[in-house]
Every structure is written in structure tokens, then in C-alpha cells.
């Protein structure tokens, strides 16, 4: 079974602080790797045992599927309501449910909490297009990065109060992350135009594709690191497939 850590027990106790205190749009912040579902699903077990109805709201099946995990390490009872997924339990009182799914068809019943992973997205028309069907329940949204790039504003209507976990250095120093190495090469993006808050996609494709950064990109990786499982990020497809050449 897993067993939160402290400062995931205190995000914990400031969800139930907050709603005790009338807050019912509440947004989770903490690093990827920090356990955000950990958190959730405890909660969520919380609220079962209560007698809430929850819906847990995901994007992709991988976020579905380790959000179910999650809730069978703690025993909680649960559906999942995705397209084709084996685990078709429509009364059980917790859901975890595929945002594409819900979108196409009526939900079994109105939850009383939904929470919202990756919730920077809520702000969508999909999203709001289910919570309104859901009529006004309380929402927990939790993600790593409270920022959209279509500068959409997450508070007002959408979320009341925000509640922020340890950084990334932080956890770091507390022995719950590893401190990453980081090999780089001194790049010039000056000239590359900034869109929405962020690097322009086809000006940093076009930079990142230079010869003169990825000439070397495969001698590197076998000097420093070819003995570990490796990921590699590129900027874009581009990229990603001279990468690959």
C-alpha cells in the first residue's frame, strides 16, 4: 500500500481545510515526480469512505490507467469509464474517467468531487462542457505546471484557491527527487521570437536543427551515458528526425 509522505500529508490537510472553509474550486500544485496522484487518491479514498461520489478526469490512457493503480494500492473500489476498457463498473461511487469518453456520452450519475489531472487544461471547452453537466460539484484540479499557453486564466470562475507543494529543489534536498547532471551546449536563442510566453515552434525547430548542435549529438551521448537507458527531447518533429538520421 502507498503511504504518503509528509508534505503530501499537508497538501492533504489543506485540501480538507479549504473546502471546510467554502472553497470549491481548489488547484494542487507540485513537481512532476512529487506523487500528485498519491495525494489525489488519498483523498478521493477519504471522501468514499464519507460517502462522496468522485470522478477522477484524465487525458491519456497512461494517466488513466496509473491513476486506477494508484487507487487499488488503497484499496478504493472503482470504475473506469474510457472506450473499450475492461474495468466497466458504472455504480461504483468512484470513476476514473477518459475526458474523450465523457464528452461523448452521458455520465451514470452526478459526482459530488472531480478532480482534474494535468489541470491546466480545464479551462477547455471539453472540460467545462463536463463539469457544467456535472452541476456545480467540487473541484480539485492538480498539475505540475499552472500556466496554459493560450494565456487562459486559471482563477476567477475556474479555481478560488491555489495550494503549492514543495519545488523541485526542494524535494531534491529532501532525498525525494535525484539530482539530475546536465551536459549542454552553449546555444544562442536570441534571434528566436517568442510567441504566447514561449519559444516560437518552427524558429527553435529550425535553430535546434543546425548542424553544428546535433553534429556531435551521438558521439556525446556514447562518451557520457551510453550505458543508461536514455530520453531524448527535441524541439520538434524536425528536429526529432535528424535526431534520428
Not at 1 to 23: F, H, N, S, V, W
Not at 34 to 47: D, F, L, M, Q
Not at 184 to 205: A, T
Request: hydrophobic share 35%; charged share 25%.
Amino acid at each position: 500500500m502507498i503511504t504518503p509522505r509528509d508534505y503530501q500529508l499537508r497538501g492533504i490537510e489543506e485540501m480538507r481545510k479549504a473546502i471546510r472553509e467554502g472553497d470549491r474550486r481548489i488547484l494542487y500544485c507540485l513537481p512532476t515526480g512529487g506523487g500528485k496522484t498519491v495525494v489525489a487518491a488519498e483523498v478521493i479514498r477519504s471522501a468514499a469512505t464519507k460517502g462522496k461520489r468522485i470522478y477522477f478526469v484524465a487525458h491519456r490512457k497512461e494517466l488513466i490507467d496509473q491513476s486506477s493503480s494508484k487507487l487499488d494500492d488503497l484499496g478504493v473500489p472503482h470504475g473506469v469509464i474510457m472506450a473499450d476498457h475492461p474495468r466497466r463498473h458504472p455504480e461504483l461511487p468512484v470513476q476514473v474517467v477518459s475526458i474523450q469518453t465523457a464528452i461523448r456520452r452521458s455520465m451514470p450519475w452526478k459526482p459530488d468531487i472531480v478532480f482534474i489531472d494535468e489541470a491546466h487544461r480545464a479551462a477547455a471547452a471539453g472540460y467545462q462542457q463536463i463539469l457544467k453537466a456535472c452541476d456545480n460539484p467540487v473541484l480539485i484540479g492538480i498539475t505540475a505546471t499552472p500556466i496554459r499557453g493560450d494565456n487562459k486564466g486559471l482563477g476567477g470562475s475556474l479555481f478560488q484557491r491555489i495550494i503549492i507543494g514543495p519545488s523541485v529543489k526542494e524535494l531534491i534536498e529532501q532525498g525525494y527527487l535525484v539530482k539530475p547532471e546536465v551536459y549542454s551546449w552553449p546555444i544562442d536563442l536570441k534571434s528566436v521570437k517568442i510567441s504566447r510566453g514561449d519559444y516560437d515552434q518552427h524558429e527553435l525547430n529550425d535553430k535546434m536543427s543546425e548542424s553544428k548542435l546535433v553534429g556531435d549529438v551521438l558521439r556525446e551521448w556514447q562518451r557520457r551515458c551510453a550505458d543508461r537507458t536514455t530520453v531524448v527531447f527535441a524541439s520538434g518533429v524536425g528536429h526529432s528526425q535528424i535526431l534520428v538520421q
